[in-house]
T-cell receptor, first 109, second 110 residues
Framework: RKEVEQDPGPFNVPEGATVAFNCTYSNSASQSFFWYRQDCRKEPKLLMSVYSSGNEDGRFTAQLNRASQYISLLIRDSKLSDSATYLCVVGPGYQKVTFGIGTKLQVIP | EAQVTQNPRYLITVTGKKLTVTCSQNMNHEYMSWYRQDPGLGLRQIYYSMNVEVTDKGDVPEGYKVSRKEKRNFPLILESPSPNQTSLYFC?????????FGDGTRLSIL
């Protein structure tokens, strides 16, 4: 089983839709969780950290389910500019982290 | 402007010819790391460093070396490059996690 698993997609959603991605991880001792965004052929950009209690940043909500070992990212009111690949990142600490292969999102007009 | 600078951005070279990819950050970050990104495999960590003179192996360190003599610089060295090291490489820095990434270096080893 891979350390971090994501559905590669693509997820094609209409503008304004709500979309959610899940990411499962295998190491129950993991302590650090992040979501990154990567545009085609560009560098990854940190979108948000994921905290145990869940956290929100504008239209984006991240949640952690330790019992089932997954994190999720919810995007409300999707914009065309949200089209990108979303990378799930998990690690036992902050330094040595593992990236998922990413979930591709395409928001359609 | 806060940034992570990698050089070169593109390089085509031949097997066995030593090369160095430089990485420099201007944010006084303690943490720096190197990744390679390959289709279907995502980003894989090569090496990371928590501070000057402190480096640790990531998931795929074979065939690579790094050094951290100064806080701002973290070069990636390929002593004897091979075709399986053809990839897109990213350097990252952060307070204690990969927060800022460089633009990437596309290496082709023939």
């Amino acid at each position: 089983r891979k350390e971090v698993e994501q559905d590669p997609g693509p997820f094609n959603v209409p503008e304004g839709a709500t979309v959610a991605f899940n990411c499962t991880y295998s190491n129950s001792a993991s302590q650090s969780f992040f979501w990154y965004r990567q545009d085609c052929r560009k560098e990854p950009k940190l979108l948000m950290s994921v905290y145990s209690s869940g956290n929100e940043d504008g239209r984006f909500t991240a949640q952690l389910n330790r019992a089932s070992q997954y994190i999720s990212l919810l995007i409300r009111d999707s914009k065309l500019s949200d089209s990108a690949t979303y990378l799930c990142v998990v690690g036992p600490g902050y330094q040595k982290v593992t990236f998922g292969i990413g979930t591709k999102l395409q928001v359609i007009p | 402007e806060a940034q992570v600078t990698q050089n070169p951005r593109y390089l085509i070279t031949v097997t066995g010819k030593k090369l160095t990819v430089t990485c420099s950050q201007n944010m006084n970050h303690e943490y720096m790391s190197w990744y390679r990104q390959d289709p279907g495999l995502g980003l894989r960590q090569i090496y990371y460093s928590m501070n000057v003179e402190v480096t640790d192996k990531g998931d795929v360190p074979e065939g690579y070396k790094v050094s951290r003599k100064e806080k701002r610089n973290f070069p990636l060295i390929l002593e004897s490059p091979s075709p399986n090291q053809t990839s897109l490489y990213f350097c990252a820095s952060g307070g204690n996690q990969p927060q800022h990434f460089g633009d990437g270096t596309r290496l082709s080893i023939l």
